[in-house]
């Protein structure tokens, strides 16, 4: 029989130190793996803050702003035509069958979508670089790069001849989604959360904050002021109610009550007084789109 020291035979000395030494192996390898994968980062991070400082990103940023004024411009006009009984759809579909029906047609819907498509990759670095200092900040950037890339590819998708429905597609989401196991707390929730995003424009309008992303000349810095103040407050109004919409929806399993901004801007009609809030935000829509505009001439670079 092998002899014991302290309860334990010798034997099983050789298979403990193998399994401490299987252990320490794997914990370095996680800590190398974990320092690699923490450099990598850092100098993505770093490569992302070096392009922001490119003259191209400058480029892309102005670009894309002009273009992103473009649609808002057109958006808020559609909707000034629905509060007054014209039709219309008053959302970024909308924007491109306007600019399709317009004199340079194709050619203005490959301009938009490509700038757009360009202010998205800009979007992407940013939120690389952002997330060096604030990871809030990165997840905001990223937020941007999506609704941009979206725009961009229902700009692309009219210029190849293809239509996309904005109020369709809410509704189907929502309908598909509902149809899923907990699907309407789902839904009651991404209209919250989508409400949540509007009362963030309305907050950022009311306190300036976009001042952030904007340097005007000094002579300039009230009319700025007071296009992203009544810019960001529309969107921010028109994006809330979208929310509500999509919590509407939830409550009374009902899909087709759901809408993008165009079923939002419309359910203004239906309701007392609600058409005088419809022009407002169609004003506050127009303005947010001169004001991006100034950003595109006076962008703050990071």
Request: a positive charge.
């Given at each position: 029989?092998p002899?014991?020291?302290?309860?334990?035979?010798?034997?099983?000395?050789?298979?403990?130190?193998r399994?401490?030494?299987?252990?320490?192996?794997a914990?370095?390898?996680?800590?190398?793996?974990?320092?690699?994968a923490?450099?990598a980062?850092g100098?993505?991070?770093?490569?992302?803050?070096?392009?922001?400082?490119h003259?191209?990103?400058?480029?892309?940023?102005?670009?894309?702003?002009?273009?992103?004024?473009?649609?808002h411009?057109?958006?808020?006009?559609?909707?000034?035509?629905?509060?007054?009984?014209?039709?219309?759809?008053?959302?970024?579909?909308?924007?491109m069958?306007?600019?399709?029906?317009?004199?340079?047609?194709?050619?203005?819907?490959?301009?938009?979508g490509?700038?757009?498509?360009?202010?998205?990759?800009?979007?992407?670095?940013?939120?690389?670089?952002?997330?060096?200092?604030?990871?809030?900040?990165?997840?905001?950037?990223?937020?941007?790069?999506?609704?941009?890339?979206?725009?961009?590819?229902?700009?692309?998708?009219a210029?190849?001849?293809?239509?996309?429905d904005?109020?369709?597609?809410?509704?189907?989401?929502?309908?598909?989604?509902?149809?899923?196991?907990?699907?309407?707390?789902?839904v009651g929730?991404?209209g919250?959360?989508?409400?949540?995003?509007?009362?963030y424009?309305v907050v950022?309008?009311?306190?300036?904050?976009?001042r952030?992303d904007?340097?005007?000349?000094?002579?300039?810095s009230k009319?700025?002021?007071?296009?992203?103040?009544?810019?960001?407050?529309?969107?921010?109004?028109a994006?809330?109610?979208?929310?509500v919409?999509?919590?509407?929806?939830?409550?009374?399993?009902?899909?087709?009550?759901?809408?993008?901004?165009d079923?939002?801007?419309?359910?203004?009609t239906?309701v007392?007084?609600?058409v005088f809030?419809l022009?407002?935000?169609?004003?506050?829509l127009?303005?947010?789109?001169?004001?991006?505009?100034?950003?595109?001439?006076?962008?703050?670079?990071r």
């Amino acid at each position: 029989m092998p002899r014991t020291v302290t309860g334990m035979t010798s034997s099983e000395h050789p298979a403990r130190d193998r399994a401490s030494g299987a252990a320490d192996k794997a914990s370095d390898a996680a800590g190398r793996a974990t320092a690699s994968a923490r450099g990598a980062a850092g100098k993505a991070q770093s490569a992302a803050a070096d392009a922001e400082r490119h003259p191209a990103a400058r480029w892309a940023l102005s670009a894309g702003q002009v273009a992103n004024g473009v649609v808002h411009l057109i958006i808020g006009g559609i909707a000034l035509g629905v509060a007054f009984g014209d039709g219309g759809s008053a959302d970024q579909s909308g924007a491109m069958q306007a600019l399709q029906q317009s004199p340079f047609g194709a050619f203005a819907l490959w301009a938009v979508g490509i700038a757009l498509a360009a202010l998205a990759i800009y979007s992407i670095v940013s939120a690389v670089s952002d997330s060096r200092h604030d990871k809030q900040d990165g997840l905001k950037s990223a937020g941007r790069a999506i609704a941009y890339a979206v725009v961009s590819a229902t700009a692309i998708t009219a210029a190849l001849g293809g239509s996309s429905d904005g109020e369709q597609s809410a509704q189907s989401f929502s309908g598909d989604l509902m149809a899923q196991p907990f699907g309407r707390i789902l839904v009651g929730a991404i209209g919250l959360g989508i409400a949540a995003v509007g009362a963030y424009f309305v907050v950022k309008g009311l306190q300036h904050k976009f001042r952030e992303d904007v340097a005007p000349p000094q002579r300039w810095s009230k009319a700025v002021n007071a296009l992203g103040t009544g810019g960001y407050v529309a969107k921010g109004a028109a994006v809330v109610i979208v929310g509500v919409l999509f919590v509407i929806a939830a409550i009374l399993h009902d899909p087709e009550q759901a809408g993008g901004l165009d079923g939002a801007l419309q359910s203004l009609t239906t309701v007392p007084g609600g058409v005088f809030a419809l022009i407002a935000i169609a004003l506050g829509l127009m303005l947010y789109g001169v004001y991006c505009f100034a950003r595109a001439a006076w962008p703050r670079m990071r």
